[in-house]
């Protein structure tokens, strides 16, 4: 019996949906090369009442992850389904922290990109350089860097700096977004990623900078909580799933 007819029926319809989902947003990063060979993660939260949540299994390529390769693990990030796999204890201290503080974080997608470690190294942090910067800009965080993510000290302070928002960088580490779906967690990544390659690429000119005026940006502000009920996220999936399905439909195995 093939792996994905093994874990289709051991689990219910809303979960393989869901597994389809995170394996096609794995396949979605590695796409746009914000992937980092194995290092990064995305998790979801499973539908039902127990805390189960969905990562990749540690040591695929994200452009090699299916629905079902992703591993169900417990708030401690103990395997609840039997799988070949394992997962990457420093990456589910991330990400067991957010969904546990925040229950509408049903995604939470964590990056290594060139651009957004090199904006997370900045003093400023993000700037609001460009139209793209403002919606990441006006639900941003920080966190500041405490070493390789295997202390489960350091999670309340992690969750205590990204609070209710819905991006945050980490200090010297790389970019973190969640959403209440896999749709509306990658949008906000795309929007963060996007934003920090633009203002790389502005500071490589060695020219001044033009940032977006205040009143702008404090009505972005001033609208996020407004906007971010309805992300967009459900626009531009079903478009993306397409590109995946042209490309390699494998993700749905």
Known sequence: MSEKITVKKQVSPEEWQLRIDLAACYRGVALY??????????????????????INAYGMMFEEITASSLVKVDQNGDKVLDSPY???????????????????????????????????????????LSQSSLFPYATLAYHDYEGVALNDDEKPRLVADLGHK???????????????TIADAFLMMYMLETACQIQVMAQSSGGELIRVPTPIVDG??????????????????????????????????
């Open 86 to 128: 394992e997962v990457n204890p420093a990456g589910f201290v991330i990400h067991s922290a957010v969904h546990a503080a925040r229950h509408d974080a049903a995604c939470v997608i964590h990056t290594h990109t060139r651009a957004g470690v090199a904006v997370s190294a900045q003093a400023e942090g993000l700037q609001p």
């Open 33 to 54: 090369g914000w992937d980092d060979l194995v290092f990064t993660h995305i998790s979801a939260r499973v539908p039902g009442p127990d805390d189960h949540f969905l």
């Open 220 to 253: 972005i502000q001033a609208q996020a909580e407004q906007v971010l009920k309805g992300l967009g996220g459900q626009l531009i999936w079903p478009g993306l799933l397409r590109k995946l399905d042209r490309r390699d439909a494998s993700y749905r195995d």
């Open 166 to 180: 819905h991006a945050l960088i980490l200090r010297n580490h790389g970019l973190l977004t969640v959403g209440q």
